[in-house]
């Protein structure tokens, strides 16, 4: 096979091409039938009613919004891992940073598919234009989300440009700034959604912010590393120890601060004795216990197998990788449904808008009186829109050059 | 602020989106003439309506039928169908603005649970299956039946039940209309349908006639009020405003309940007694006010026999004939047609200490003991204190599960100022209800606290009076036998000893078999019954049970005049509706058996005509220049601007004075049961049957089961409406926590109420507004709602032989949590 | 002409919570199977109409919830495409249902639990026909609704259908702006309390205790 380029960086490598298997061009179609059931699902929720969803009046938003949390910080981990070597010009990661974008490009796409599916009139999507309304953190998670995604898609180009020797190294950088500043703008953006509605005693706070960034930078720096992991064993890439070492204990540290800001949040909650300490007994002893505990169990394995140097072996690393992005999931999970698990005025009255189903009923036994769990609806769902990432990711690795270039 | 790119329309919605407003249901399919513009409405000549959107409305003015408060309201009616009932916008006579189930009534006309055409049942009673027929093979079946029962077993073969559904001039509700005429006619038997009767019953004891409130806006007069077992928030909801507004300006509450109802909640003093202890605590406050002399005496003197002497060998009131003179003949009694007797009752002149008739002495003895022609007497005020003294507070209060505080409290409350007394149906409901009443209308004459504003005894009710010609064109009656002696009637085939077969049994604007006592026991006698004809809108419980079931109109599709409310008023209710399907209305059923049965003649004349009967041509209606004419035009007109019960204090007795002492005492209804000739003089305290721990029922079933109104229920009507559902969805039962976890129940499980009489499995809800011992259960669900069983099936069928009334909650039960399958 | 501020009194002395309100605003607006907008809730025990404290020394009251148009809504502020939006000469907050995206943000941003009902399903009405008012605005599916203080009334001149509907006549309705109107007057007479007031929302709803 031929490479499009004969220009020559002074590597002693090939250029880098895009990586085609068997295997993958299976992997490419099952995905895209999982995406096109996934639509099927889709135009079945709109026909039938969003009522098939477990989603109801006192707990609006589900698991759709909990995974437009959990990959808009995929997202912006990724490309905060990407861009930060390049702009600072250190060693990077081992040259992976043009995987880590397009992973970073398909959770973006994701996480607004994810939107567009809670959306209860997707046909209106065009009124977030027409009828935009600036005060909105919502509108402005939109603005800086498709900012963000054109960023990102200019910094792919950018990327595979300045390998090919087209595009300056200054040009690179500032890209590099751009893209960073907007992966940070975009989870914070994202937690303002949440973080500035004084409804929620549990989501009104100003470290919401910061910690969402925290999250996304464990959460998609994991998912890069698993990425990487499967790539590099599936003899696509070559990656160093050294590097993977590196990332891994970076993950330990971003684990580690993300873990910080909770403690920081509890201590905050509980200490006055007040109305926050419900919270806080909520989440440790209360109907999302299971998720507080998995998230600290995770965590903490994750730094275990991070800070171990015995630990630090490719099978340890992926699981800790997998442990981090369940423990961010657990996290989406306890804000989204914790938001809502205790209403500000709860006083007994009738109850308006539907009940859940018999089956909504007893799955939210099974979650100890959770105000909220998953319709078997939105499961399908969901897994449609994986299906779609994962066709997007497969196909991004079919059709584009992303294979690392060994740098100087 | 955000800023919107549209200016608002004239409305104020920047995209008011049209509705269809003819979308085609299939709820209603199959309906002959349901669309469509506006129908003309006979008789009805003032069709308000106005023209919004292009869209024409009808207004029409319409009551409701139902016995709390009867309010009257308007109905817009677009494209021939109700669309929302409202009050009017110029306000009603009293200001009263219905209730959510008068609001929401209008979704009963296409229910998919009403009844449409006549049914005949097929397989056995109650299993619900029916097979459709004509009016015609319908009437021809009865009739054919009724006729043979009648030239068979007599005329009073054929039974009679009305319940209070349905009520108004021409309706068959409270033994009204053409119904109630055709059931005279054919001298029926009439099922009293013994519900709330005892308190009537017991307050006609001392006034001659069931005591009722003054008129309700009249309450801003009083000082004090005392609610006895009643709450207005829950049941006469129309009269909570006019109390709330007195009390906003002084006037104070006194609440006597076992339970915090609403109500109470809102009273200034909330007295919390054992469930069927009020006439004991009544009787408790007489002593204390005959003990301190805190009794108004001129009342007593001027208004009531109290100085009328009794005589001791035989407890007859003495009478000027035992003084040796004459008894001169009175007017003819116009029900008896014979001529009435004068003897006058004879009372002690301290003046000239000698024996003279009551009304002929100025200076009477209250108290003491005489000998007058060697007759032994004293008062019956000494009569009276006699009783009472067997109730001092020490021993009351601790009977009655109050302090002696309390008791003083109300005693001193009661015997100063204008006090109004009123008592609820819930007091009334144990078997010593009768002595409720009477008790409580004895306390009000004690202290003179009514028959002038701010000062009443009694429940509210008035009814306009009609002209009972118009019940009895052939001068015959129904014959009333109570159905809580249908058991033993049925039994025995006895009345009285003499056979009484009774072979047919109509039932129109009741539900008896959820409304009554004792399910189980019911069904027995209904089953020995050959022959039963339902007249009903929905598939009630009753209409299941029926042979014949025959659709009625519901009230919002005819035009009738309303005679009954908690003011004097009379009004108009509209045609709102046309009748669905193949119903007819009360009248016209009852026209339709007249037919059948030869009667034809008397059953002649149209709607129009015998509204103008019944109202025109009443005496009241005369003198007052009432007319049908006027009532349509005005919508409602008030027939007693003042509204004072018993105004004058001149009561309906032989004396025209309240009754002190009772010389001779009737039970309600006689039907030959055994009656204690000890009972009823002066008020006196029994307790319950079975809600008391000492009762031999109690010793099986140790708590007390209550009922309380269901805010999405009047009694059972709108069972069938999905919004009332949606505010109740369930059958629920209260529990105080300390009993439920005895018996390992949790907040919101299923539990089964349990006696011999029967079962019924309800959600349980944790409540502490009453003591431990009692549950309480809101009333009104039919068999179908029930997971299993149902609360009629519990109730009692004892009757107190005087009040002959069903005591509802006179009852004792168990709990268990439910297991399915038991 | 400055704006009005229109809002409501309850008088938690008169409500019975009887529910005749909630389901009047249920007909006026034709809302659909199972949804109410505004409600009776008691304030008392833990179940509806049950009372707090230990026997006898019991209390209970009532209040009823709807939208509360606010001063400072919440959830005009986040809605992404001003569906809901407050109108400046009177202070209503209303809601846009053609506009509306059923994103469900207001929802998640109002801190007065229920008031706002998302059609999850097409509206169904038992009944089989629309009823209430002819200018009550339809109501569509996979889109927010609330208390619109009968804005369609207010439009004729007449005051909001649960005003009217309250058989205890403890509701009243009018402009605070203007001191001299019947709810201010009664605010400033008589106590009153609000709901989530440290949310500084501003509700225009006041609670007379």
Redesign the interface.
């Known amino acids: 096979m031929t490479d499009k380029n004969n220009v020559e960086k002074n590597t002693g490598e090939s250029q880098a091409k895009p990586y085609r298997s068997k295997k993958q061009l299976i992997a490419i179609i099952v995905c895209a039938f999982v995406a096109a059931c996934g639509i099927g699902l889709w135009m079945f929720q709109l026909a039938g009613g969003m009522v098939n969803t477990n989603m109801r009046n006192l707990d609006a938003w589900g698991l759709y919004i909990i995974m437009f949390m959990l990959f808009v910080g995929l997202s912006a981990g990724g490309l905060i891992v990407s861009s930060v070597p390049k702009l600072f010009g250190i060693k990077g990661f081992g040259g992976i940073s043009k995987l880590a974008i397009w992973t970073s490009i398909c959770c973006t796409i994701l996480a607004v598919a994810f939107v567009v599916v809670d959306l209860g009139g997707p046909l209106r999507v065009w009124h977030l234009f027409a009828y935009a309304n600036l005060t909105s953190p919502l509108m402005w998670d939109i603005i800086v989300l498709s900012l963000y995604l054109i960023i990102s898609i200019i910094y792919l180009w950018a990327t595979l440009r300045s390998e090919r020797g087209q595009g300056t190294a200054v040009a690179l950088r500032a890209i590099s700034a751009i893209a960073l500043i907007a992966a940070v703008a975009v989870h914070t953006v994202t937690a303002w959604i949440f973080g500035l509605q004084i409804a929620h005693e549990f989501w009104y706070t100003a470290l919401l912010g910061p910690w969402f960034v925290s999250s996304a930078l464990l959460s998609g720096l994991a998912l890069v590393l698993i990425v990487a992991i499967a790539l590099r064993k599936a003899g696509y890439i070559k990656l160093e120890s050294a590097n993977l070492i590196k990332m891994t204990r970076l993950l330990g540290v971003f684990c580690a601060v993300d873990l910080y800001f909770f403690a920081c949040d509890l201590l905050t909650s509980g200490f006055p004795g007040g109305s926050g300490g419900e919270v806080v007994a909520m989440l440790t002893t209360g109907p999302l216990a299971m998720f507080f505990w998995a998230e600290i169990i995770f965590g903490i394995c994750t730094i275990i197998v991070a800070f171990t140097p015995a630990l630090r072996k490719p099978g340890f690393i992926t699981c800790a990788a997998i442990f981090s992005v369940l423990a961010i999931f657990a996290k989406r999970v306890q804000i989204l449904v914790g938001g809502f698990q205790e209403a500000n005025i709860s006083y007994p009255t009738v109850s308006s808008g539907p009940e859940l189903s018999a089956a909504g009923k007893t799955l939210a036994d099974v979650g100890g009186a959770l105000i909220y769990t998953p319709s078997p609806l939105e499961i399908g769902l969901v897994v449609g829109v994986l299906g779609l990432g994962t066709f997007l990711l497969l196909l991004g690795l079919r059709m584009l050059p992303l294979k690392p270039v060994e740098e100087q | 602020?955000?800023?919107?790119?549209?200016k608002?329309s004239?409305?104020?919605?920047?995209?008011?989106?049209?509705?269809?407003?003819l979308?085609t249901?299939?709820?209603?399919a199959g309906t002959v003439a349901l669309g469509g513009g506006m129908t003309s409405f006979a008789g009805c000549s003032n069709t308000a309506s106005r023209t919004?959107?292009n869209?024409e409305?009808a207004v029409k003015t319409v009551s409701c039928c139902w016995t709390c408060q009867y309010c009257q309201y308007n109905a817009v009616v677009?494209d021939g169908?109700i669309?929302?009932?409202?009050?009017k916008k110029e306000g009603s006579l009293r200001?009263?603005?219905?209730?959510?189930r008068g609001?929401?009534r209008f979704?009963a006309l296409?229910n998919p649970n009403r009844i449409k055409y006549p049914l005949k049942r097929i397989g056995e009673r109650g299993e619900d299956k029916w097979e459709q027929i004509t009016w015609d093979e319908a009437i021809e079946t009865i009739a054919e039946k009724w006729k043979k029962f009648r030239d068979e077993y007599g005329n009073r073969s054929i039974a009679y039940y009305w319940g209070s559904g349905n009520a108004s001039a021409l309706a068959s509700g409270n033994f009204g209309g053409l119904m109630g005429r055709f059931a005279n006619v054919m001298e029926c038997t009439w099922l009293d349908y013994c519900t709330d009767m005892a308190l009537g019953y017991g307050t006609s004891r001392a006034l001659g006639a069931a005591a009722s409130q003054n008129e309700a806006y009249d309450i801003k007069n009083a000082d004090k009020v005392f609610m006895w077992g009643i709450s207005y928030?829950?049941s006469w909801?129309?009269l909570?405003?006019p109390l709330?507004?007195a009390m906003?300006h002084g006037t104070q509450l006194y609440v006597i309940d076992p339970s915090?109802s609403?109500?109470a909640?809102?009273a200034d003093v909330?007295v919390?007694n054992k469930a069927g202890t009020d006439p004991i605590i009544i009787l408790s406050v007489m002593n204390y006010l005959v003990e301190h002399k805190l009794y108004n005496h001129d009342f007593l003197l001027k208004h009531t026999t109290a100085c009328v002497l009794v005589r001791k060998d035989n407890n007859m009131l003495l009478r000027m004939s035992d003084l040796g003179v004459a008894p001169e003949e009175g007017p003819t009694d116009p029900l008896t047609g014979k001529a009435t007797v004068i003897d006058p009752p004879v009372v002690w002149d301290t003046a000239t200490n000698e024996a003279v008739a009551h009304d002929k002495s100025s200076e009477p003895a209250l108290s003491g003991d005489f000998v007058v022609n060697g007759i032994k007497v004293d008062t019956s005020f000494d009569r009276l204190t006699a009783e009472l003294s067997k109730y001092p507070p020490e021993q009351a209060a601790k009977i009655a599960g109050i302090s002696v505080e309390e008791i003083e409290t109300l005693a001193v409350a009661q015997s100063n100022g204008n006090v109004y007394n009123i008592p609820g149906y819930a007091s009334q409901a144990y078997a010593n209800g009768g002595e409720f009443g009477h008790a409580l209308a004895m306390l009000a004459l004690l202290t003179g606290s009514l028959g002038r504003p701010g000062a009443s005894v009694g429940a509210t009710w008035w009814s306009f009076p009609t002209n009972g010609a118009f019940l009895a064109p052939t001068g015959t009656g129904v014959n009333a036998v109570p159905v809580l002696g249908m058991s033993t009637i049925m039994e025995t085939g006895k009345l009285k000893g003499k056979e009484y077969p009774i072979k047919s049994l109509l039932v129109a604007a009741g539900n008896p078999i959820c409304s009554s006592a004792s399910t189980n026991d019911m069904l027995k006698w209904w089953n020995k019954i050959e022959f039963i004809v339902v007249i009903d809108i929905q598939f009630s419980d009753t209409a299941r049970f029926a042979d014949i079931l025959l659709p009625a109109t519901h009230a919002l599709e005819n035009e009738d005049i309303m005679v009954s409310s908690y003011y004097p008023y009379v009004g108009v209710t509209e045609k709102a509706s046309e009748p669905v399907y193949e119903t007819k209305s009360d009248a016209d059923i009852a026209r339709l058996f007249a037919e059948a049965m030869g009667f034809g003649k008397y059953f002649e004349k149209s709607d129009d005509d015998y509204l103008r009967e019944i109202i025109d041509e009443s005496p009241t209606a005369k003198k007052l220049g009432i007319t049908v004419e006027r009532i349509r035009k005005e919508k409602e007109i008030c027939f007693d601007e003042k509204g004072i019960r018993f105004e004058g204090c001149v009561f309906p007795t032989e004396t025209g004075k309240a009754n002190i002492y009772l010389e001779t005492v009737a039970p309600r209804i006689d039907w030959g049961q055994e009656l204690d000739p000890e009972i009823g003089h002066v008020p006196t305290w029994f307790p319950p049957h079975e809600a008391w721990a000492d009762s031999e029922s109690s010793q099986k079933y140790p708590l007390i089961l209550n009922s309380q109104r269901l805010?999405?229920r009047w009694h059972t009507g709108e069972f069938e409406n999905?919004?009332m559902l949606?505010?109740s969805p369930e059958p629920t039962v209260?529990i105080?926590p300390v009993d439920a976890e005895k018996r390992g129940i949790k907040?919101g499980d299923y539990v089964e109420v349990f006696n011999d009489r029967g079962h019924a499995v309800a959600r349980a809800?944790?409540?502490?507004?009453?003591?431990p011992g009692v549950l309480i259960y809101p009333k009104g669900w039919q068999m179908s709602q029930f997971k299993v069983g149902s609360w009629s099936e519990l109730t009692s069928p004892y009757a107190d032989p005087f009040a002959v009334n069903t005591s509802f909650m006179d009852v004792a039960v168990d709990v268990r949590p439910w297991i399915e399958g038991r | 002409m400055s704006a009005q501020r229109l809002g409501m009194v309850v008088d938690t002395k008169r409500c019975v919570g009887c529910h005749t309100c909630a389901v009047t605003c249920k007909i006026e607006n034709n809302i659909g199977d199972g949804v109410f907008w505004n409600r009776t809730m008691t304030v008392g025990g833990d179940s509806i109409d049950s009372a707090s404290g230990t026997y006898p020394n019991l209390s209970k009251h009532y209040i009823t919830l709807a939208c509360q148009h606010c001063e400072n809504p919440a959830c005009t502020r986040v809605c992404p495409v001003g569906a809901t939006y407050k109108r400046e000469e009177d202070g209503v907050v209303l809601q846009d249902y053609d506009k509306c995206i059923g994103c469900r943000m207001c929802i998640a941003a109002c801190p007065y639990t229920g008031v706002r009902n998302f059609n999850w399903e097409e509206p169904q009405h038992s009944i089989g026909y629309d009823v209430g008012d002819a200018d009550a605005p339809a109501h569509q599916k996979h889109t927010v609704e609330k208390c619109m203080m009968c804005a369609h009334r207010l439009a004729r001149g007449e005051e909001p259908a649960c005003i009217l509907g309250c058989l205890a006549k403890a509701r009243y309705f009018g402009d605070f702006n203007d001191p001299q109107s019947e709810v201010s007057k009664l605010i400033s007479s008589r106590t009153y309390k609000q709901l989530q007031v440290e949310d500084g929302t501003n509700p225009s709803v006041y609670f007379l205790v």
């Open positions: 602020m955000s800023e919107n790119a549209e608002p004239d409305w104020g919605y920047p995209h008011l989106t049209r509705r269809s407003f979308k249901t299939t709820a209603i919004m959107n869209v409305e677009r169908r669309v929302k009932l409202e009050p200001g009263s603005r219905m209730c959510l609001r929401s979704r296409n928030t829950d909801w129309q909570w405003w709330a507004e906003e915090l609403t109500t909640s809102k909330w919390s805010r999405t999905e919004w949606e505010v209260k105080n907040d809800e944790y409540a502490n507004d009453r003591h």
